[in-house]
Each structure stands twice: as structure tokens, then as C-alpha cells.
């Protein structure tokens, strides 16, 4: 069985723009796209739109469940997946951060969690392929977005029951198969597993992935990016970015590195070290700053540009673009900066017992 193949000449199969993905990130630094909710934001959309005609009779409010647009709004995804390439992104997200059925839950709608997957899969699909048709010189990749849903694996809700979970391992397993089934029948080039608070549920999700890569009888590259939580350098969960890698390094991922949470100033610390360990490509899309007290980011694109340029003079970074509060100006003033440089080159990583807790643990020889 194959993926869902692009029309555009010299990319016509899954295998060449896979190819033609691990070439690039040998040549360039590669640019990933920005936020997708402040764009949304700005079409300051109402319920009925929201609903659409499908679910105009639906027994729950729907506003703000932007993963819906792609069902009942595609135009505007389309069109904010064009904003950013037009901007100079390499590689467009999907609009399906919150499309498995444990998020979807929260709306009635976790039956349309595969239909989400699928369809922002192919409308990026059809607007990466609508921009390497215009310059097959430069190729454009879709990477399908799975988040972290709305559950925790590894804490408990209740401070008197440390043993309660409101998801199990089981849960998250099959609504994360189901994501990357829907993504993959869309047509992404990447499967990108982001924001990753709770470093169980991303095994859940590697899991997932591993069991329908096996069923497809072929595999995709993977992205997988953390997020630490607070200038500790640790996730939700408790780990330090290098037991983080540690637990994750087994997937083999195309990058591994950090988003969301942090401004470029703060992140850069916690990329740096990602670098030194990961013998892998490194991706980076921090916010634009900290939240202000109105709960917005102040970070211009020149600042970004500025930040994000030094990180690639240092080479530290394979990948690069924009989280919460970044738009299409900053990610055309990242790729301004990134333009020309080269890319870090992964370290070569001494085989030995590598193992994490809540810190790294190193058996040397």
C-alpha cells in the first residue's frame, strides 16, 4: 500500500520526497511555518461559521475549535497554509494540533478525528504541491501535526490520589494510531509529534506510529518536539531536555527539539544542549517572547530574525520556524536570516547505555 502521491513532476512518489526531503536538510537549514491560532484569531469567526453547514444543528458550541475549520472552512486553511510558504517556510504544518478524539472529545466530534487528520492532510498537501509545481527547485514538505491531546499519562488530577490517570497508555496508543492513520491517507511527508508536555504520552505516540508504519508495510520521517515548561529546562513530566532525548532516541527521528513555552532568548540554552547530544537534526520554534500581561508576544520579526540568525551562525539548528504568537512576517524574517547558512552537522555520538529518569543516566565503558 502507498501513500497518496503529489502530481508535481519529479515528485510524484512518496520515496522522492522523502529523498528529496534528507537532501535539503544535508544542503539548508530548513523553515517550518508559524502559529496557526493567531491567524485564526484575526478572521474573528463566529459560531456559525465555526459550525458550517454540516454541523449547523450540532447539540454543542463549536466556536474555537480551530481543527474544525478544515471541515467547515477550508478555504481559510488553505489559505493561511499559503501565507506561510508565500512567507518562505519549507515545510507547512497541519491545522490538526487538536484533532484526536481525546480533544475532539470535549466537542462531541471524536468520530471525525481520523476524517481531520486526513482531510488537513490534504489540504496541505494540495498547497505544498500547488508551490513546488511553481519552483520544483525548491520542494515543499507537509508535516502532520499530532499534538499531546488534553491528558496527562504520567501525573494524576487529584493531589490525594497520586495513582488516579484520567487516560492510560492503551487510550493514547489508539488515538494516536488513529491520527496517523488519517494523516498519513492525506498525504503528509512528515508525521510531527509536538509539544510534548508529558514525555509517556509521546511514547504512546511512538508506539502508535511504529504499529501503522507496520501495517503500511513502509515508514515516514518523524519529527518530535518537546516543551519545556518553565526556565528549569524540564517538561511537564519532570525531564531535563538530555533524558527527554534519551527516552526518545530509540524512534529515530528525522529532528528532535523544542517548541512552544519559551521566547528565543530563553530557549536557546536548551537547544544548545539538544545539540551537543542528539546525533540527529535539531528543530527549534520557540514563541515570539513570553506572554505579555494581555497574553500576548511582543517579539518583533526583526528580533526573531536577529535571535534565530545567531543560533544558525553557531550551528546549532536543522530546523527552524515559529510557535505562539509568531506570524508570517516573522517566519519570512527567520528565513531571511537562516538564508545561506549551513546546517549543523549532527555529532558523532559514542554507542554506550544511555537511559533517563527524570535526569540522564550514562554507562561509560
Known amino acids: ?79 493561511i497554509h499559503r501565507e506561510y510558504l508565500d512567507a518562505g517556510a519549507d515545510i507547512t504544518s497541519t491545522n490538526t494540533f487538536a484533532s484526536t478524539s481525546i480533544a475532539q472529545a470535549d466537542y462531541g466530534l471524536e468520530a471525525c478525528a481520523e476524517e481531520l487528520h486526513r482531510e488537513g492532510a490534504r489540504l496541505g498537501r494540495e498547497i505544498a504541491d500547488e508551490f513546488t509545481a511553481r519552483d520544483p527547485s525548491r520542494p515543499r514538505w507537509v508535516a502532520g501535526s499530532i499534538g499531546p491531546t488534553n491528558r496527562t499519562a504520567s501525573l494524576s488530577p487529584d493531589a490525594d490520589d497520586p495513582g488516579a490517570r484520567t487516560v492510560t497508555f492503551d487510550e493514547l496508543r489508539a488515538t494516536y494510531a488513529e491520527a496517523t492513520r488519517g494523516l498519513i491517507d492525506g498525504g503528509a511527508d512528515i508525521l510531527l509529534v509536538e509539544t510534548i508536555f508529558d514525555t509517556l504520552n509521546a511514547k504512546a505516540a511512538i508506539f502508535a506510529i511504529d504499529e501503522v508504519f507496520e501495517e503500511r508495510g513502509y515508514t515516514l520521517p518523524i519529527m518530535i518536539s518537546g516543551s519545556v515548561v518553565d526556565l528549569s529546562g524540564r517538561n511537564l513530566s519532570g525531564q531535563t531536555v538530555e533524558a527527554f532525548w534519551n527516552s526518545m532516541r530509540h524512534a529515530k527521528p528525522i529532528a528532535i527539539g523544542l517548541n512552544c513555552s519559551l521566547g528565543p532568548s530563553q530557549m536557546r540554552e536548551y537547544i544548545a544542549e539538544l545539540s551537543r547530544v542528539a546525533d540527529t537534526g535539531i528543530s527549534a520554534y520557540p514563541n515570539a517572547g513570553l506572554p505579555n500581561e494581555f497574553g500576548g508576544y511582543d517579539e518583533t520579526p526583526d528580533d526573531m530574525g536577529t535571535k534565530l540568525g545567531e543560533w544558525a551562525r553557531a550551528g546549532i539548528i536543522n530546523i527552524v520556524g515559529g510557535c505562539c504568537g509568531s506570524k ?26 544511555r537511559l533517563a529518569g527524570l535526569e540522564p543516566f550514562e554507562v561509560a565503558r
Not at 502507498?2 to 530548513?30: D, H, K, S, V
Open 1 to 79: 500500500m502507498t501513500a497518496p502521491a503529489t502530481t508535481t513532476p519529479g515528485f510524484t512518489t512518496r520515496e522522492e520526497r522523502t529523498a528529496a526531503l534528507y537532501q535539503a536538510m544535508r544542503e539548508r537549514i530548513l523553515v517550518l511555518d508559524g502559529s496557526w491560532g493567531v491567524l485564526i484569531q484575526g478572521y474573528e469567526l463566529t459560531e456559525r461559521d465555526y459550525r458550517g453547514e454540516r454541523f449547523a444543528d450540532w447539540g454543542q458550541d463549536l466556536k474555537g475549535n480551530n481543527d474544525l475549520l478544515i471541515l467547515t472552512q477550508p478555504d481559510i486553511v488553505r489559505g
Open 328 to 353: 508570517p512576517p516573522h517566519i519570512r524574517a527567520i528565513a531571511d536570516a537562516v538564508r545561506g547558512l549551513p546546517p549543523r552537522v549532527p555529532p558523532h555520538v559514542e554507542p554506550r547505555l
